[in-house]
């Protein structure tokens, strides 16, 4: 059992690592609402197994204090996780695909393919109100491997249209999209088509080193 919370706070750490960018142990242990002491040992294995890496920061007159963040290994585990268990199989069928129909007939099936998953998501999303199409949407990709979350965007102009900002962490489906990079396209058009009176603009992509990739939802006036 100790084993298995030790397992599961350490994977708590590497997430709000991934989604933080850096933290403290003491910012960890106020967050994870564990004891800094616990904290420390976590982070001291975590760094033996390569996963993160910290620098020194002084503060004030005080010690130095160690920022963490994650390594190249430590974001690539949580970018491939879920996605290597099938991700060199799906990647060798595409090719094969590819190799087999010719090029143009193999981008048509993909158009095919993102139009029918839209179409399900569509469905299950619903027609509410835009917040809780956004929170589905955000469920349906979080079952399906994402490290997923949204937030409201604030604007001090009553006027302004709703907006949300939808995160992806990680890439459940990281191996494709190296290989296929027309696949994340066809996912924005997909996003745009499951929330047709949105529109829907790309603000960061994992494929160009960035650490999510982030759309920015707004309702059409």
């Known amino acids: 059992m100790a084993t298995t919370q030790q397992s599961s706070t350490k994977q708590e750490i590497l997430e709000y690592l991934l ?28 760094e033996a197994e390569e996963l ?4 020194s920061i002084q503060v004030g007159m005080g010690r130095p204090q160690h920022v963490y963040q994650l390594s190249r290994q430590g974001r690539d585990r949580l970018h491939k996780g879920v996605s290597d268990r099938h991700g060199d199989f799906a990647v060798s069928l595409l090719d094969t695909l590819a190799a087999t129909v ?3 007939q193999f981008k048509t099936i993909l158009q095919k393919q993102w139009e029918r998953k839209a179409q399900e998501y569509r469905d299950r999303v619903g027609n509410g109100a ?14 399906e491997g994402f490290m997923a979350e949204y937030h409201p965007v ?3 102009d009553s006027t302004q249209a709703e907006q949300f900002i939808f995160m992806e962490h990680n890439c ?16 924005l058009e997909m996003f745009a088509a499951v929330l ?12 160009n080193g960035e650490h999510r990739c982030g ?7």
Do not use: M
């Not at 993160?52 to 620098?55: F, N, P, R």
């Not at 047709?196 to 494929?207: K, M, N, S, Y």
């Not at 759309?215 to 006036?221: E, I």
């Open 196 to 207: 047709p009176d949105c529109t829907v603009e790309r603000t960061h992509w994992l494929i």
């Open 19 to 46: 989604k933080n960018s850096q933290a403290t142990a003491f910012d960890l242990a106020e967050v994870l609402d564990v004891s800094p002491q616990a904290i420390r040992r976590h982070l001291k294995d975590l």
């Open 215 to 221: 759309y920015l939802v707004q309702a059409r006036k």
């Open 154 to 156: 604030d604007s001090p």
């Open 102 to 104: 010719g090029q143009d």
């Open 130 to 143: 835009l917040r809780e199409r956004v929170a589905k949407l955000v469920e349906l990709r979080k079952a």
């Open 52 to 55: 993160i890496v910290y620098s």
């Open 172 to 187: 459940a489906i990281s191996n494709v999209a190296e290989s296929f990079p027309t696949v994340c396209g066809h996912e």
